[in-house]
């Protein structure tokens, strides 16, 4: 094969060996443009020159799809269980289809944490109750206190619905669970009548329009903690939360909070905590800063107490968000947060009961 024929196919293999990670699948390969015009160039070159070339090409789409297949057998792809498959219930057992037995099956390690949190929440006297997944304008923001047009409501990009809410505004998919706050705080207000404190701890799965990597997903959990009663301070704040982390980690922890700005909360802080995996030593979880970014925390605004119908002037309270995806990733050494929403059985079966701990 000639010097020219040759340079036309490097370059090919080139553009192609570039673009591997785009092709699903085989078929894919032999879609592609490039290889295409290949094959449709063999019955222009000289006899002389078709033979070598045409066997060329043929190497070169074995090459890829050897490379390909490759890369499908090491994705780990989700084993394929057709549950709705028909087959005769009287049939021998062993023409049944092969589902997986339940006592195989285990709850995802998201779910199975949650409980765990939910547990000692509870053991302080907290009541849980699940956040929504979809919501509205007045929630995600004017009860909490983001004016219109508040460049603060930009922290919270997220996904929104064509069809409006009663007020002409997009239903929105929550970007934090305290789209909550308003509804739990009016729900349980009777509770201050009756001298006892709203505790609710507010587990739910939040979205967020972001650029996904192996830490941001645009699906993931938040717990939203709040707490309201008299003569409430920052000192049960701090408090409550240290409890929590101490009792989730198993290990003693300190505190760091450095001021912050939410519009529902004032003064507000972000907590960072003593790596509970080196004790402040250094290590890959605290990018071996000793300390933890964990939560956004805050003394309630009054706005928010009033837009939820309780006098600001008599009670005070805190609240807390905290995603729980990173909490769980630290505890197991997760090392993506994409595998939670995956699917993946390879990840999903390391938390089945036998190995969860
Ligand atoms: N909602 C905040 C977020 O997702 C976190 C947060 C901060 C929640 C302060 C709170 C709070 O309740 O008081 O970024």
């Known amino acids: 094969m000639n010097e020219e024929l040759h340079k036309e196919l490097s370059l090919v293999k080139e553009q192609l060996l570039q673009n591997i990670s785009d092709f699903d699948d085989l078929s894919a390969l032999t879609r592609s443009t490039q290889l295409r015009s290949l094959y449709s160039r063999i019955t222009d070159i000289e006899p002389d020159q078709r033979a070598a070339f045409g066997k060329a090409v043929n190497d070169l789409k074995n090459e890829l799809s050897e490379l390909i297949t490759k890369k499908d057998s090491d994705t780990d ?58 919501d509205d304008d007045w929630h995600m923001f004017g009860s909490l206190n983001f004016p219109e047009g508040h460049p603060a409501r930009d922290d919270y990009d997220t996904f929104m619905t064509e069809q409006l809410d009663k007020n002409g505004k997009p239903l929105i998919a929550p970007a934090h669970t305290s789209t909550m706050q308003n509804r739990v705080l009016r729900r349980f207000s009777g509770d201050l009548a009756e001298g006892k404190p709203i505790a609710v701890l507010i587990p739910g799965r939040v979205f967020r329009n972001e650029d996904i990597d192996t830490r941001h997903e645009h699906t993931f959990y938040q717990i939203e903690g709040i707490y309201v009663g008299l003569g409430v301070t920052i000192g049960n704040l701090i408090s409550t939360i240290n409890v929590f982390l101490e009792s989730f980690y198993k290990t003693k922890i300190e505190i760091k909070t450095q001021p912050f700005y939410f519009p529902f909360t004032e003064p507000s802080f972000e907590f960072s905590i003593s790596c509970p995996f080196c004790s402040k030593s250094g290590c890959q979880v605290c990018s071996y800063s000793g300390w933890i970014e964990i939560l956004g925390c805050g003394m309630i605004h009054p706005n928010v107490l009033t837009a939820a119908g309780i006098d600001a002037n008599l009670y005070q309270g805190f609240a807390w968000g905290c995603g729980v995806d990173r909490l769980v990733m630290w505890k197991h050494d997760v090392e993506d947060v994409r595998n939670f929403e995956s699917a993946k059985l390879s990840f999903l079966r390391q938390f089945s009961p036998e190995n969860y701990k």
């Open 77 to 134: 792809l989700q084993e394929p269980i057709d549950i709705t498959a028909p087959f005769a219930a009287n049939c021998e057992p062993a023409k049944r289809p092969a589902l997986l037995s339940a006592a195989v099956g285990s709850q995802h390690p998201i779910t199975a944490e949650l409980e765990i949190i939910s547990d000692i929440f509870m053991s302080m006297g907290f009541r849980v109750v699940q956040s929504r997944e979809i």
